[in-house]
C-alpha cells in the first residue's frame, strides 16, 4: 500500500512553459515533504522541501505548493529548461527520519 | 571530494561471492542512511546510522550486513546474495537524524549491483 503516489509516470513540456509534477498521500501524520531530482547515473538530489505549517515555498524556478486538506502537494518549475529533463521524487515524513518516496515522474523539457 | 561518494559504481557478483559497497560523505553530518531501488519501485530504507550507532534494521536479510565505523564512513557487506537483490543501492546522509524532526538526506550517486 504506498502512502506517496506520483501517478504520472511521465511528463513532457515545451522550454519555457510551467512543469506541473504532482504527489498525493494518504497519511494525515505527515507533515514535511521534500522534492528531489534524479539524473541518470546520479543520485537522487535535494531540490525544495515544505513544511506542513506552510502551504508554499519558493526556490528561484522551483515552487513547492502543498494542499493538506486534499493530501497533495505539487512542484512547479517556471520557466521549464531543458536542464531540468530527469526523474522528479516527492518524499514525506511524519517528522522522523523515516521518508516515504514515490515511485517518481520523470520530467522531459523539449527544446 | 564534495557531498556523498559510493565506490563501486557498478559491480557484478556471483551467488556465492563476498563484497563490500562503501560509502562516504563530507558534509559533517552525523546521520547515514542506506537504501535500495528497485526497477519501478519507490525508495527502501535498509539501514540508518546515528553517530555509528544502527538505529533502524528495515527487516532486511542478513545476507546484508551494514559497518559504520566512523560518522562519515558507511559500508554494505554483501554476502550469498540472491538474483531479486539486483539494484540500486544508495547511501545518504543527513546533518542529524531524530525520531521528532526531519532533515534533508543528501544522497551519494549509488552502486547499480547485479546479482548473476
Known amino acids: 500500500d504506498q502512502q506517496v503516489k506520483q501517478n504520472s509516470p511521465s511528463l513532457s513540456v515545451q522550454e519555457g512553459r510551467i512543469s506541473i509534477l504532482n504527489c498525493d498521500y494518504t497519511?494525515?501524520?505527515?507533515?514535511?515533504f521534500l522534492w528531489y531530482k534524479k539524473y541518470p547515473a546520479e543520485g537522487p538530489t535535494f531540490l525544495i522541501s515544505?513544511?506542513?505549517?506552510?502551504d508554499k515555498n519558493e526556490d528561484g524556478r522551483f515552487t513547492v505548493f502543498l494542499n493538506k486538506s486534499a493530501k497533495h502537494l505539487s512542484l512547479h518549475i517556471v520557466p521549464s529548461q531543458p536542464g531540468d529533463s530527469a526523474v522528479y521524487f516527492c518524499?514525506?515524513?511524519?517528522?522522523?527520519?523515516?521518508?516515504?518516496f514515490g515511485t517518481g515522474t520523470r520530467l522531459k523539457v523539449l527544446a | 571530494e564534495t557531498g556523498v561518494t559510493q565506490t563501486p559504481r557498478h559491480l557484478v557478483m556471483g551467488m556465492t561471492n563476498k563484497k563490500s559497497l562503501k560509502c562516504e560523505q563530507h558534509l559533517g553530518h552525523n546521520a547515514m542512511y542506506w537504501y535500495k531501488q528497485s526497477a519501478k519501485k519507490p525508495l527502501e530504507l535498509m539501514f540508518v546510522y546515528s553517530l555509528e550507532e544502527r538505529v533502524e534494521n528495515n527487516s532486511v536479510p542478513s545476507r546484508f550486513s551494514p559497518e559504520c565505523p566512523n560518522s562519515s564512513h558507511l559500508f554494505l557487506h554483501l554476502h550469498t546474495l540472491q538474483p531479486e537483490d539486483s539494484a540500486l543501492y544508495l547511501c545518504?546522509?543527513?546533518?542529524?537524524?531524530?525520531?521528532?524532526?526531519?532533515?534533508?538526506?543528501?544522497f551519494g550517486p549509488g552502486t547499480r549491483l547485479t546479482v548473476t
Open positions: 545518504a546522509s543527513s546533518q542529524e537524524m531524530s525520531a521528532r524532526s526531519s532533515y534533508e538526506q543528501y
Open positions: 515544505i513544511s506542513s505549517i506552510k
Open positions: 497519511n494525515s501524520m505527515f507533515d514535511y
Open positions: 518524499a514525506a515524513s511524519a517528522r522522523t527520519y523515516k521518508y516515504i
